[in-house]
C-alpha cells in the first residue's frame, strides 16, 4: 500500500464515526456517513515541496475526508478546513508538522 493509502486508511479509522453500525467516517462539509470519501489535502499541495518529497503531503493534518458532491465544490475551501484541522488536532502540532517540511514557499497556518 503506498503512502497515501496508509494515510487514508489511518484517517478513515481515526475519524469514523463508531456510533453507527458499520462505523463510517462523515463528510468533513456535509456531515454524511461517506464510506468511500475522498481525500483532499489543502494546506500543503505538490508544488509547496521538492518532487522527491511529495509524499508528505499525505498527513493527517493536511487531509480532509469528503463525499465525491462536495469534494467538486472544495475549491475556496481552505479556509473552513483550516478552522476544522485547528479544532481537531490544535494549532500548536499543525505549526510544528508544517516546520518540519521543507516548503519551498512559506505556508501559514
Ligand atoms: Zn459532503
Redesign the pocket.
Known amino acids: 500500500m503506498n503512502k497515501r493509502n496508509r494515510v487514508k486508511v489511518a484517517i478513515w479509522l481515526e475519524r469514523a464515526d463508531y456510533g453507527v453500525d458499520p462505523p463510517c467516517p462523515r463528510?468533513d462539509?456535509?456531515g454524511?456517513l461517506?464510506p468511500e470519501p475522498d481525500m483532499h489535502a489543502f494546506l500543503i499541495r505538490r508544488g509547496h515541496v521538492p518532487k522527491r518529497k511529495q509524499g508528505c503531503i499525505w498527513h493527517k493534518f493536511n487531509c480532509v475526508l469528503?463525499?465525491r458532491?462536495?469534494h467538486e465544490q472544495a475549491d475556496g475551501m481552505d479556509d473552513y478546513f483550516r478552522d476544522l484541522q485547528i479544532m481537531r488536532y490544535g494549532a500548536e502540532a499543525i505549526v510544528e508538522w508544517l516546520n518540519s517540511l521543507p516548503l519551498k514557499v512559506e505556508v501559514r497556518l
Request: with cysteine; net charge negative; charged share 10%.
Open positions: 463528510c462539509v456535509c454524511e461517506t469528503l463525499c458532491t462536495c
